[in-house]
């Protein structure tokens, strides 16, 4: 389906929506001060080695020196490649300090960013990802995803071997199973030329200089999102525009004459109302077309998404009322699970349905839908209670994961005690205190709606309470208190 793919860069964070048919169908987004080092490629130079810790600090022009072990060397590594019927997998590693010595150059990838007073992981097995594979430079195996099915691994790897030829290795990630020899050689083909420059560039910089940043958000889109289908990409910064076009030229040629510059006077993202798709994509609720909604919610071990009819009353009965709102739930809930990035399990209720042909229907329309995902999907059909039950593979997190955090008022729960609720904890703590404590006067700060209940309708037990332990209570509204705090003062 044509596709237009819109970018809005600002120095702080770069947003990127895939649109078809008017309809934002992807959204991704990256702020800069989170942007990690991972994957980043380094002419190092060791500074310390350890022999009683098997491991060498390596500075790669960092405020700290990266922590590189022995197990992370590519000598060693390469050892048990070359001969892996021969090789055991306990065989002894070869001693660092016989491997490395102080002030030697290294190239290294960063496999975990620094973390509070520690530095860099890195490791001397450097791999490059591209689209379809991760390209091994320094080595010759050929692997699969272990997440693809293993009677289809062994044809897989064949056909790597056949197009790897002699040079380096590769792993086939899972998403591509389905991909087809020409675009595996577009992608070995762009893998080896960035290696091919990572090697020009270590020859010429000095020790402890970056040789390779992995892709940014824009480079990424290029090289995953963008395809045949895609008519445009606009961008809306002049000096992202160059950067593109200079990335698609020495890579994607194909793709040169679709990056545009967007001069216009509206923001990008106003053309396709992209913030409002964002904001409604952060809310529970997503009314249809039809008048019927779709109510998503997302845990930690699954999303739910409840498909009602809402104030849809336009078919000619209620069968087909519920049938034509489900047809709707299915395109909407297929784009909702690529705007919003949900992955892993999904069970969606669709309103019970008594004909099978109209379930059939609906089913057909959902996997139909869910076929223009990118991302790898796998639809179980309807269980025995008529839920329907999916799996999408997690690539990233969610939107409202990146954008959210959890309310600090509710920590996440979505729901607050009741004032009467809250009033009741109250009463109970002073009587708590009271055993405890002999002040002269006890006295109660919360939110306004919590103080008028206890002075209202809750103002017997007040008093009783206050008769009780024969002490004053006098209540203090706060404004600024969320519903459930409150704090009690011993005077």
Known sequence: MPQDILINWSPQETRVAVVELGAVQELHVERTLERGLVGNIYLGKVARVLPGMQSAFVDIGLERAGFLHVADLMSSIAARHAEPEAVKVDAPLLPIEKQVFEGQPIMVQVLKDPLGSKGARLTAQVSIAGRLLVFLPQDKHIGVSQKIPPRQRDELRQRLQALAGETGGFILRTNAEDASDAELGEDMAYLRKTWARIRERAQVQPAASL?????????????????????????????????????????????????????????????????????????????????????????????????????????????????????????????????????????????????????????????????????????????????????????????????????????????????????????????????????????????????????????????????????????????????????????
């Open 211 to 491: 040789l390779h940043q992995d892709l940014s958000l824009l480079q990424r889109v290029l090289r995953d999102v963008a395809g045949e289908a895609t008519q445009s990409i606009r961008v809306d910064s002049r000096e992202q525009h160059q950067a593109l076009q200079q990335f698609a030229a020495e890579y994607m040629p194909a793709m040169l004459k679709k990056i545009q510059l967007y001069t216009g006077e509206r923001p990008i993202f106003d053309l396709n109302n992209v913030d409002e798709d964002i904001a409604r994509a952060l809310g529970r609720r997503v009314d249809l077309k039809s008048g019927g909604y779709l109510i998503i919610d997302q845990t930690e071990a699954l999303t739910t998404v409840d498909v009602n009819t809402g104030g849809f009353v336009g078919a000619r009965n209620f069968d087909d009322t519920i049938f034509k709102t489900n047809l709707e739930a299915a395109l909407a809930t297929a784009r909702q699970l690529r705007l919003r990035n949900l992955g892993g399990i999904v069970v969606v209720d669709f309103i019970d349905m008594q004909q099978l042909s109209h379930r059939d229907a609906v089913l057909e329309e959902f996997k139909k839908q869910l076929a223009r995902d990118r991302v790898k999907t796998a639809v179980n059909g309807f269980s025995a209670l008529g839920l329907l039950e999916m799996t999408r593979k997690r690539t990233r997190e969610s939107l409202a994961h990146q954008l959210c955090e959890p309310c600090s008022v509710c920590q996440g729960k979505g729901t607050v005690k009741t004032a009467r609720s809250v009033s009741y904890d109250i009463l109970r703590e002073i009587l708590r205190e009271a055993r405890q404590f002999n002040p002269r006067e006890f006295r109660v700060v919360a939110a306004p709606q919590v103080i008028e209940m206890l002075l209202d309708e809750e103002s017997q037990h007040l008093a009783g309470l206050s008769d009780f332990i024969g002490k004053p209570i006098s209540l203090q509204a706060e404004a600024t208190l969320p519903q459930e705090q409150y704090d009690i003062v011993l005077l």
